[in-house]
């Protein structure tokens, strides 16, 4: 664990420095962590980190969202509420209707009914898709 706390420092330090860039550029700061996470990702020297996904939803997860709830445009969304409305139904039925007709190929035994329930449920686990509270 110690050997691992400079890359730690630098990665926190990156995340600051990207968000800064983000606001200065005008673009969604996730855009860029992704973008930076991509890139990192195929540098071959860096040490393997493993987090345990229940860390993510407990310790990362609830602050951006939270941070997301605070900076959104009540203004904005009552405006565009039919096409947020319209696009949050259409992304979330392809989607489940898309996993739906996989899940019925690869997996055998696998119905389109439990393959819908997948589907619906997937993109619930994904922080950057919008879904029902």
């Not at 969604?28 to 996904?53: K, M």
């Not at 939270?66 to 039919?82: D, F, G, H, L, P």
Request: glycine letters at 4%; charged letters at 10%.
């Amino acid at each position: 664990m110690h050997n691992l706390f400079p890359l730690f420092i630098a990665m926190i330090t990156a995340i600051v420095l990207l968000e800064m860039l983000a606001t200065k550029l005008r673009v969604a700061y996730p855009i860029l962590l992704v973008l930076a996470g991509l890139i990192v990702s195929f540098i071959p020297t860096l040490p393997v980190v493993t987090i345990d996904p229940d860390v993510i939803f407990l310790i990362f997860l609830p602050p951006l969202l939270c941070e997301a709830a605070w900076s959104i445009s009540y203004k904005e969304m009552k405006k565009w509420w039919r096409i947020i409305g319209s696009f949050a139904f259409l992304v979330v039925f392809f989607t489940a209707l898309s996993v739906a007709v996989v899940a019925n190929h690869y997996i055998p035994g696998f119905t389109l009914a439990m393959g819908f329930l997948l589907g619906v449920l997937f993109p619930r686990q994904m922080p950057s898709v919008p879904g029902p509270s």
